[in-house]
């Protein structure tokens, strides 16, 4: 049986089932079969799935919206998410040479902290992939109506019908085989970073006047300091890839020096450039000027910088990069929907694959109405820290279930790669998780929080009889 295979979620082309189900004295039993998978990844391509991943909202959707909201200090923003996904990354290393299973989050909750937790995360984690999924493709959405401007197209198109046809294409391709879209996702990332260092780095020069650029004076703390969190919070979509090198940790060569490395030097690479974005920005324009911009800030600063033809790269860079997000996300939550019914969590039926295509079709029909529904939502910050609210819950959770399998020391865990200055640092991870969610919106807190409780009812009345087993 062929799975479907892709840069995001872990997905394995040719993977076996992880689990058959039995009925075991009135309670429903997972039992995990032994897999041993071909390791063939090396660090090159685990830091391409790490930042082919990242790469996107931070530079072509966040800018004008981030600069807005904090002034010139949303550069700090992009360092706090940094940080933050930094130090969960080393946790989560741990965890992935331990059970390099897939699943990701889901998978090292739920054998650490139990069905519960397991459950809560395993059903919003889905659901935060769906909003993250959306959120993409309104940015694509924008991207195209610039196209289509450039093109000379004189219809009026609204972005999110665009993004709409956009996400029913996308999805249609997904439940038809996506066998190549790993390697589409490869040369979309080297085509992403050659433009990117180019632009930047010409950017980076004219800003500071080495090349004759004129730069804006304006306070760095213009919009004071609260604004910095919560842009922080706002931007940390920007980095929910980075945890996605763990989901593959079972293909990576020698894991326990790649995995880690991988997800850290991604993480350093994609703050660096975000926060180059913001500096060559703000040198080009003000704040109030890039956020009336908004998604598309940085088609106007590209043209600033390079001329009319530095706008039209960075145009179709925009349009690559929300495209390779907008798939990554949309493979990733068919994955995680597969990861918790596969364990009978939610009915067995929704990780179904389709014998002919090797896809999970069904878990990818059940998400179109979903990312439909929340596109015509059309509030891009609120997918956005909704899809951040629910992850960050997870890389919480994932940093103290590290600590309960210290604690308990089971013996099968053996991790490849041990987290330093322990229990400190995976502690510090979790608590940070936590508190970036204070500072969101309210409307964004009602939401996530509906959303948990949803998940937890779901478990209560449906999953709560189910036992996890088979890491042994």
């Not at 990733?332 to 929907?337: F, G, H, Q, Y």
């Not at 998400?367 to 059309?378: D, E």
């Not at 309960?404 to 099968?412: A, G, V």
Request: charged fraction near 10%.
């Amino acid at each position: 049986m062929r799975f479907f295979s892709g840069s995001v979620g872990g997905n394995i082309e040719g993977e076996k089932p992880e689990s058959s189900f039995k009925e075991d004295k009135g309670h429903s039993t997972i039992v995990e079969e032994d897999i041993e998978l071909e390791r063939t990844i090396g660090l090159a391509g685990a830091f391409t799935v790490g930042i082919g991943t990242m790469i996107g909202a931070g530079i072509f959707v966040f800018p004008g919206i981030a600069v807005g909201y904090a002034g010139p200090a949303a550069a700090i923003s992009f360092v706090i998410g940094g940080l933050i996904a930094l130090i969960v990354a080393l946790p989560t290393s741990e965890l992935a040479t331990a059970m390099p299973r897939s699943g990701g989050g889901y998978y090292f909750i739920s054998r650490g902290m139990g069905s519960f937790f397991g459950s809560m995360v395993g059903i919003s984690l889905w659901i935060g992939l769906i909003f993250a999924s959306s959120f993409y493709l309104m940015g694509f959405g924008f991207y195209g109506k610039e196209v289509l401007v450039d093109l000379g197209v004189r219809l009026s198109v609204d972005p999110i019908v665009i993004a709409i046809l956009f996400g029913l294409i996308l999805i249609l391709v997904s439940i038809f085989g996506t066998e190549n879209s790993a390697k589409l996702q490869n040369l979309v990332v080297l085509i992403l970073l050659g433009t990117l260092a180019v632009f930047l780095g010409y950017g980076s020069l004219d800003s500071f006047v080495f090349l004759g650029g004129n730069r804006v004076s304006e306070d760095f703390f213009s919009s004071g300091f609260f604004p910095i969190f919560s842009t922080a919070a706002l931007v940390f979509t920007s980095y929910l890839g980075f945890a996605q090198v763990a989901t593959i940790a079972g293909d990576i060569k020698k894991p326990g020096k790649n995995l880690p490395l991988a997800m850290i030097v991604s993480v350093l690479v994609v703050t660096t450039l975000y926060v180059l974005t913001i500096f060559v920005s703000t040198s080009v324009f003000n704040s109030a000027d890039l956020f009336l911009f908004g998604e598309t800030a940085i088609i106007e600063v590209s043209k600033a910088v390079l001329g009319p033809l530095g706008g039209v790269v960075i145009l179709f860079a925009g349009l690559l990069a929300t495209f390779s997000s907008a798939n990554a996300s949309i493979l990733a939550s068919s994955r995680a929907l597969y990861s918790v019914s596969r364990d009978a969590i939610l009915p067995k039926k929704l990780s179904k694959i389709n014998l002919k295509y090797g896809t999970p079709h069904i878990a990818l029909i059940l998400a179109t109405p979903l990312i439909v529904g929340l596109i015509l939502f059309g509030r891009v910050e609120i997918l956005a820290e909704v899809a951040s609210f629910l992850h960050l819950v997870m890389y919480g959770l994932m940093c103290f279930a590290l600590v309960f399998l210290r604690r308990m020391n089971p013996s099968w865990y053996n991790p490849k790669f041990t987290v330093p200055l322990y229990p400190y640092l995976p502690i510090l991870g979790g608590l940070l998780s936590f508190s970036l969610i204070f500072f969101m919106e309210l409307l964004t807190k009602l939401i996530g929080v509906t959303i948990l409780i949803l998940s937890i009812s779901w478990y209560i009345t449906y999953a709560k009889d189910i036992e996890l087993k088979g890491v042994e």
